[in-house]
């Protein structure tokens, strides 16, 4: 079986209260999770619900109260773990007098690379990330775009296995946002597992192979973004729009259903109860269009889960 990209187990992190009562904050709950190699994995949730903490944990920016986290079987926070990881933080800042190409010379002598590696990396990476006409432009010039770009860059300069990014299309407009998921499902298909940090829910939706929800230090629901958003036992029956009306007479016959526009939808606690409905409709002389599970957004289930406050 393939070693996970990343192996979390029973990790915890308890900051110190500050104040007379000095009340200790429970920053991240004992968290189990594995990560697959190759994975695009997105974390979400509100302020505070502990996202910062643990990526600051796997980073090794801070060191857990009790558990213990892997990266590729390298322990979390060691320089060997160091080694195979990329970075971009949400708020990060360079030197303001230094060139975009001058910032990734800079992150690569801090990465142990020689010259001639950081040469060709960054001359590489500024192509992808569409930098290249702006290498020898100084950062103070840059648009929050830019920044995002270059930060890209930066966080893809050493060549890593296992890439952290907070927020890395925030500040870019639609067009921008596209290129970036493109370079993200490039990463991914090189084998790469890509640990992405957002609160763009569209932009996770649409990239992610697995998605965890956190609220207030826990994992409360993770999955694919096909089955969280599945609305369990809810069924879009679609027909003909000339025969919406043909199908509102069926309501009677066909128990916790409503119609509206040109389709039914069913709340079918089994696949007989559907194929029932189904039948019933078909005797009736309806034609179906289609039948397919009904879906929620990613933001509405987020929303659903976070207002209720509870763990599912």
Known sequence: MPEPAISIHGLEKIYKGSGRKKQ???????LHLEIPAGQIFGLLGPNGAGKTTLVKLLLGIVFPTSGKAT??????????????????PENHRYPPYLTGLGVLHYFGQLSGLDTPTIEQRSRELLEIVQMGQ??????????????????LAQAMLNNPDVIFLDEPTDGVDPVGRREIREIIAE????????????????????ICDRVAIMNKGELVRMGT??????????WRI?????????????????????????????????LTD?????????????LLSA?????QSLEDLFIDIITEGGVK
Not at 24 to 30: E, R
Not at 71 to 88: D, H, M, N, S
Not at 225 to 234: D, H, P, Y
Not at 274 to 280: E, F, G, M, R, Y
């Open 238 to 270: 679609e027909v003909d729009a000339l025969q919406q009306e043909q199908l509102r007479t069926l309501l009677p016959r066909i128990p916790a259903c409503t119609v509206t526009e040109n389709a039914m939808l069913l709340t079918a606690e089994t």
């Open 225 to 234: 973004v096909k089955e969280l958003t599945a609305m369990q036992k809810l």
């Open 71 to 88: 990266i590729q079987g390298r322990a979390a926070g060691t320089a060997t773990a160091k080694q195979i990881i990329g970075y971009l």
């Open 274 to 286: 559907l194929n029932h409905a189904i039948d019933a409709i078909r005797s009736a002389g309806i």
């Open 134 to 151: 702006w290498s020898a432009t100084r950062i103070r010039q840059y648009s929050k775009g830019m920044m995002q770009r270059i930060g």
């Open 187 to 206: 990463l991914k298909a090189q084998g790469k597992t890509v640990f992405l940090n957002s609160h763009l829910l569209s932009e996770v939706e649409l």
């Open 291 to 295: 039948v397919r599970p009904e879906r």
């Open 24 to 30: 200790p904050i429970h920053a991240l709950k004992p």
